[in-house]
């Protein structure tokens, strides 16, 4: 049989990731609608944009209308500088101290929080001459990082009294934005340390994705942090939430079938024959597997989409390959078998993953980045 490559992607291997920039412009857009007017927008692309790639969708970020753009470290934030992107960047996580020479040098703005950043800071100005752009994380319920409550109000007026760092901004970060008690415990704080000091010509920002969308009543904020949602995924809301966005998920992986084979009734399929055929039936394998972040308890659990048609996973889901039976479906080495996305009218969400596994849909998307080809597509 002739093998034909049955799509236009063209990639070294028979499997990749497509990342629809048309869906992350819609979404952007589609966000704006939930935000208040004269509100800054800040995209989380901290993971590589949670597998989209960060340096690929900023461009379309940034032309939909986002001001900031938000990490999780130092070298995050670096590389898009390397990428010649001259916006804002905040790193939201902890910065070592060594490393606020860096930051300051690629004019990255850091997250302070605890006595020795402002003592790295002050070493920073005197050996580089250069300010410490920041903003102040305040712990309002969250118990990772931040200001406690009992420290905060002192310690933002001691940074705002340092000539080495330049003091951008005040946020936090809601650990419950689906439940309106206890975001409104946060809010509180928040409100009775923001009450406490000078505000004037500062970032204010404490809503994350799912508190935007929901639309809590509160004024002490002018720039909201979007992560999940600009990738085409609804957070967990509250019930009071008034209406849900219309995202389009942007991320899709494919395979092309690299085997098609027969397999007769009583025979099994994959590592410890987790599978038996109970009649002979047509297997097709795609060079895809737990190697590439598709998690191997997904194994005999999950469906594939081929010419329209949804088609059962069979067998252990090994390393680097996993078997789909398409017995009564007409198909070539070279098609390609969707795992998560749409083909015709069949859609895969991986939504359907992270339900099977007790997990949520973040951690899954971020899987599928570790030798995956990554593909844009308009």
């Given at each position: 049989m002739k093998f034909q490559r049955l799509s236009n992607i063209n990639t070294k291997r028979d499997a990749w990731v497509e990342i629809n920039l048309d869906a992350i412009e819609h979404n952007i857009l589609e966000l704006k609608s939930f935000v208040k007017d004269n509100t800054k927008i800040l995209a989380v692309v901290k993971a590589d944009a949670y597998g989209h790639g960060s340096s690929m969708i900023a461009p379309t970020l940034l032309a939909s209308g986002v001001d900031y753009l938000g990490v999780a470290s130092i070298d995050e934030g670096i590389e898009l500088r390397n990428n010649k992107f001259k916006c804002p960047i905040l790193v939201l996580g902890a910065a070592p101290v060594w490393a606020f020479d860096y930051a300051a040098q690629n004019n990255i703005s850091l997250s302070l929080f605890l006595p020795n950043h402002l003592e790295a800071a002050e070493l920073t100005y005197k050996k580089t001459g250069l300010k410490t752009k920041a903003h102040i994380k305040l712990d309002t319920g969250m118990n990772r990082i931040g200001v406690e409550k009992e420290d905060?109000?002192?310690?933002?007026?001691?940074?705002?009294?340092?000539?080495?760092?330049?003091?951008?901004?005040?946020?936090?970060?809601?650990?419950?934005a689906e439940t309106e008690e206890k975001t409104k415990e946060q809010l509180k704080i928040w409100n009775d340390v923001l009450s406490q000091v000078d505000t004037?010509?500062?970032?204010?920002?404490?809503?994350?994705?799912?508190?935007?969308?929901?639309?809590?009543?509160?004024?002490?904020?002018n720039m909201v942090r979007l992560g999940l949602a600009i990738y085409g995924l609804v957070p967990d809301l509250p019930d009071f939430a008034k209406r849900q966005p219309d995202l389009i998920p942007a991320m899709s992986l494919k395979g092309r079938i690299i085997n098609i084979h027969t397999a007769h009734k009583g025979t099994g399929?994959?590592?410890?024959?987790?599978?038996?055929?109970?009649?002979?039936?047509?297997?097709?394998?795609?060079?895809?597997?737990?190697?590439?972040?598709v998690d191997r308890g997904l194994s005999n659990k999950i469906c594939g989409i081929l010419n329209g048609k949804k088609v059962p996973q069979i067998g252990n889901i090994t390393m680097d390959q996993m078997m789909f039976d398409i017995t009564g479906i007409e198909a070539n080495e070279g098609d390609v078998i969707t795992l998560i996305g749409t083909?015709?009218?069949?859609?895969i969400s991986i939504n359907e993953w992270a339900n099977i596994l007790n997990t949520i849909n973040y951690e899954l998307?971020?899987?599928?980045?570790?030798?995956?080809?990554?593909?844009y597509t308009r």
């Open positions: 905060a109000v002192e310690f933002i007026k001691k940074v705002q009294s340092m000539e080495s760092i330049e003091l951008q901004g005040i946020f936090t970060h809601f650990a419950c004037k010509g500062l970032i204010l920002h404490c809503f994350n994705t799912a508190a935007t969308i929901s639309q809590y009543n509160e004024d002490k904020y399929v994959s590592y410890s024959h987790t599978y038996t055929a109970a009649k002979e039936m047509q297997i097709a394998t795609i060079p895809v597997g737990y190697a590439d972040g083909d015709d009218k069949e859609t998307i971020c899987r599928l980045k570790v030798r995956l080809s990554r593909v």
